[in-house]
Structure formats: C-alpha cells, structure tokens
C-alpha cells in the first residue's frame, strides 16, 4: 500500500507501508506514527560531527539543517521560503544568520526569522515577514538530542535512561542511515523469537547453546516506562508431533540464557 501522511507544517510526505500495518487498527496511534511520535525528544547525531559546515538531515519527514556557531549547535528547516533551495547549500555572512545560496535571504538562526534579504536591498520589506522553523535542540552526553514537537518542550532529562548517567556508563554507538519504517526494526530489537532460530548458528554463538523457545510475559518494568519481555521458562530441547527433536545438540555448546530486554518511548531499546 503507497500511503500519504501529512505533517504538522503542511508537507505532505510519501511513504510505502507494507505488511501488517495495512489495516491494523488495534494501535491506532502506533500505526499513524509512520515518521515517528511526537512529543518526544530525538538522539539524532554525534555532537562530534558537527563542526563549522552544516549537516543536512531527514528526520521525521522533514528536512532539518544543523549547525554550529561559537560552540551552540542551532537547527532550522533545510527549505528557504523564498524558492525552496536547501539551506545547507548556504554561507555565514554574518555572525547570528544564515544565508541562502540562491538570493541571499538571511535567517537568524535562533528564531529563523528573515532579517535581511540581500539582493533586495537593506530596505527589504519582506525581512521580518519571512521565516523557518527552528528546532529545539540539545547536546547532551555527547548527542545532540532534537525535539519532534511544537510548543515548549519538557525537559530533555525527562526522555534520557537513567542507564546513560550510570557512574561506570561509556556511551558508544553507531548512527546509520537505513532504508525502510522505523517499527520495523524497534520491533525487531523487542521480537523474542527471531534470535532463537535466525541467529542460532551466528559465529558468536559457536558455543552456546540457544533455547529452542520460551515462554514470555511483555509486561510494565519496575523501572517505568520501560516494557520489558520476563521469562517465565525455556526450553532446549522439545519434541515436535510427527517430526522428531529440535534443536539437535551439538556436544560442544553450552547452554545460554534469553537476554532481558526492554522497550520504551519513542523507541528506545534496553538489553
Ligand atoms: Fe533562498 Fe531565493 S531561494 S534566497
């Protein structure tokens, strides 16, 4: 199915959903968060990596351009209101602003307001009537963490893991673009029994031995929001009617216990 979502600024975006989302109803809100849920705040890069250029970015549907000056990381729509070039293409001719490529409108990048349009004249009487949307944005813990909302923004500690303030925590990771619906692969980390069969014969699992299946309740954790998978019991070895044992056993492996694993808002993944 080719469906159409609009966004809260009037964009429309296309995007293939396929499978089981077609006329699933049983989570409308999780079904209609085809570009993700708003309200919420987003890791959506390495603090490292932006430097003096800017960074272009599709996030949520929208084209996003970040960039950094005197050390504050800003972002602002990547589209200028005059003709639509990508932003990101532009230049810094003042301290404060952004100027696009193609007629030199120039944006402050804290408010995204228009305070000069070049080519028009210092007495330009579009300037102030103009704009982009800015981004809230924030860098902590190495990330910069943007906001997928309008209005005030709760405070950014209230969506970060405690696990990531731990006093023995190191934050490491790898950000890659893929193609494809985000609940997809959310529900991937959360599936509980792909592991069992897809990776059984993985090189890491040379010698151990992965239950055959388990028995799981998906309950609240006692850490909310977390929701976490609890084992009730695990099987190695069963015998399926009419066809015989599985798994078959291998002499050199050991048996290995299921991971906890948990899941919470906006779709964030425990191990
Ligand atoms: Fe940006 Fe004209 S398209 S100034």
Same mark, same amino acid.
């Given at each position: 199915?080719?469906?159409?979502?609009?966004?809260?600024?009037?964009?429309?975006?296309?995007?293939?959903?396929?499978?089981?989302?077609?006329?699933?109803?049983?989570?409308?809100?999780?079904?209609?968060?085809?570009?993700?849920?708003?309200?919420?705040?987003?890791?959506?890069?390495?603090?490292?990596?932006?430097?003096?250029?800017?960074?272009?970015?599709?996030?949520?549907?929208?084209?996003?351009?970040?960039?950094?000056?005197?050390?504050?990381?800003?972002?602002?729509?990547?589209?200028?209101?005059?003709?639509?070039?990508?932003?990101?293409?532009?230049?810094?001719?003042?301290?404060?602003?952004?100027?696009?490529?193609?007629?030199?409108?120039?944006?402050?990048?804290?408010?995204?307001?228009?305070?000069?349009?070049?080519?028009?004249?210092?007495?330009? %009487?579009?300037? !102030? +009537?103009?704009?982009? =949307?800015?981004?809230?944005?924030?860098? /902590?813990? @190495?990330?910069?963490?943007?906001?997928?909302?309008?209005?005030?923004?709760?405070?950014?500690?209230?969506?970060?893991?405690?696990?990531?303030?731990?006093?023995?925590?190191?934050?490491?990771?790898?950000?890659?673009?893929?193609?494809?619906?985000?609940?997809?692969?959310?529900?991937?980390?959360?599936?509980?029994?792909?592991?069992?069969?897809?990776?059984?014969?993985?090189?890491?699992?040379?010698?151990?031995?992965?239950?055959?299946?388990?028995?799981?309740?998906?309950?609240?954790?006692?850490?909310?929001?977390?929701?976490?998978?609890?084992?009730?019991?695990?099987?190695?070895?069963?015998?399926? %009617?009419?066809? !015989? +044992?599985?798994?078959? =056993?291998?002499?050199?492996?050991?048996? /290995?216990? @299921?991971?906890?694993?948990?899941?919470?808002?906006?779709?964030?993944?425990?191990?």
């Amino acid at each position: 199915m080719h469906a159409k979502s609009s966004g809260p600024d009037g964009h429309t975006f296309e995007r293939q959903i396929t499978g089981i989302r077609e006329g699933s109803t049983r989570f409308p809100r999780y079904d209609a968060a085809v570009l993700g849920f708003e309200g919420y705040w987003y890791p959506v890069m390495w603090s490292r990596k932006l430097r003096s250029k800017p960074v272009a970015l599709q996030l949520f549907g929208r084209d996003i351009m970040f960039i950094r000056e005197h050390g504050k990381a800003y972002a602002l729509e990547n589209r200028c209101p005059h003709r639509g070039v990508p932003l990101s293409l532009g230049k810094r001719e003042f301290a404060g602003t952004w100027t696009c490529r193609y007629h030199g409108w120039t944006f402050d990048v804290k408010s995204g307001v228009l305070v000069a349009a070049l080519t028009d004249g210092p007495d330009s %009487p579009i300037c !102030g +009537k103009a704009s982009v =949307r800015t981004y809230a944005l924030k860098e /902590r813990l @190495g990330l910069i963490w943007l906001y997928n909302g309008t209005g005030e923004p709760p405070p950014l500690e209230t969506h970060l893991p405690q696990e990531f303030f731990h006093p023995e925590a190191t934050i490491v990771g790898r950000i890659t673009d893929r193609r494809g619906d985000w609940r997809y692969a959310a529900e991937n980390g959360f599936d509980e029994g792909h592991a069992k069969y897809l990776h059984r014969n993985a090189a890491m699992m040379f010698f151990l031995l992965m239950p055959g299946y388990s028995r799981v309740n998906v309950e609240p954790d006692d850490e909310a929001p977390w929701v976490t998978r609890k084992v009730q019991s695990v099987e190695f070895e069963s015998e399926y %009617p009419g066809l !015989g +044992k599985w798994p078959r =056993r291998a002499f050199w492996k050991r048996k /290995r216990r @299921g991971a906890r694993v948990s899941i919470r808002m906006p779709g964030l993944l425990r191990v």
